[in-house]
């Protein structure tokens, strides 16, 4: 079994940045690919970013291409997703999931996080 954490959300004014982590734990995740979800109140949970197993390919949503950066350490376990120039668009509930492929599809992933909450102030 692998859990799956996430950290580093809070509250920041538009234009800001902020760098979530999600670290694993039970086993490792150097096998597998990472993504990053989100859900806004009211809304269904949707791609945002992943990586594959090695970090040579990425995928990114369009909304989020050009300002959000995926990347992972296997070594330490843990994935991370740069955002920069938020937006209030970009408030939500922010996941991270593991599972073999790394690509958009959510129900290709195994495991996932509690969930971080991010809010970005107009």
């Known amino acids: 079994q692998v859990q799956l954490v996430e950290s580093g959300g809070g509250l920041v004014q538009t234009g800001g940045s902020l760098r979530l982590s999600c670290a694993a734990s039970g086993r490792s995740i150097s096998s597998y690919g990472m993504g990053w979800f989100r859900q806004a109140p009211g809304k269904e949970r949707v791609f945002v970013a992943a990586?594959?197993?090695?970090?040579?390919?990425?995928y990114y949503a369009d909304s989020v291409k050009g300002r959000f950066t995926i990347s992972r350490d296997n070594a330490k376990n843990t994935g991370y997703l740069q955002m920069n120039s938020l937006k209030p668009e970009d408030t939500a509930v922010y996941y991270c999931?593991?599972?073999?492929?790394?690509?958009?599809?959510?129900?290709?992933?195994?495991?996932w996080g509690q969930g971080t909450q991010v809010t970005v102030s107009s």
């Open positions: 990586i594959i197993w090695s970090g040579s390919t990425t």
């Open positions: 999931a593991a599972g073999p492929r790394g690509n958009p599809r959510a129900p290709d992933y195994n495991y």
